[in-house]
């Protein structure tokens, strides 16, 4: 791909910020086979992409209740307490998202996440995300990751042709289907791989000692 991105499109979770349904439940259930059982048998991550799909939780949760009526308490804490779920930044994603917008790069983001639980986490992180130009949520549109539809309409709305955005996600299918379309795609393994590999696309992502970036925008 000859093109050289000049917007940057961040996946959110696992990416921007960790997230993982263990960081709740360990606050629930003591650590140890029974919190291993629910996670793997009951609240289960096919379960809630329902919510990333568009589902709402009280239509979930009514239906794994009723499958599974002794953990009702544990599966109705899933809506409320869904924030305990994310429980701070990936390490150095929120430097490169200030040094990317301070050199004036365009920001975006793709995000597989309810929309219910949406807008008090975007609320809650109101000060990295208002340095976004727009974000694109799956349950807010019905349509997921990797669906090439998800990716088409959201560089359409970002007024952008796919080479001219790099996308960054940590899930391997996320990423072939942004490549399927044209978009210059990085796998996301931690911050130490991905700014050279950012930089090589031409983009600021690394500062030297004095803080002056290290390649032009």
Known sequence: MSTRPEAVIFDIGRVLYDWDPRFLYERLIPRGPALDAFLRDVLTHDWHFQHDAGRDFAETSAELIALHPHQADLIAAWGPRFLESIPGPIPGMVELVERLDAAGVPLFAITNFSHEFWPPFRAQE???????????????????KPDAAIYRLALDR?????????????????????????????HFTGIDDLLPRLDALGLPASTN?????????
């Open 158 to 186: 970002f007024g952008l042709r796919a080479e001219e955005a790099v996308f960054i996600d940590d899930n391997a299918a996320n990423i072939a289907g942004a490549a399927a379309i044209g978009l210059h795609a990085i």
């Open 126 to 144: 109101a000060a990295l995300f208002d340095r976004f130009r727009d974000i694109v949520v799956s349950g807010a549109e019905k349509l997921v």
């Open 209 to 217: 000692a004095d803080g002056r970036h290290t390649i032009d925008a």
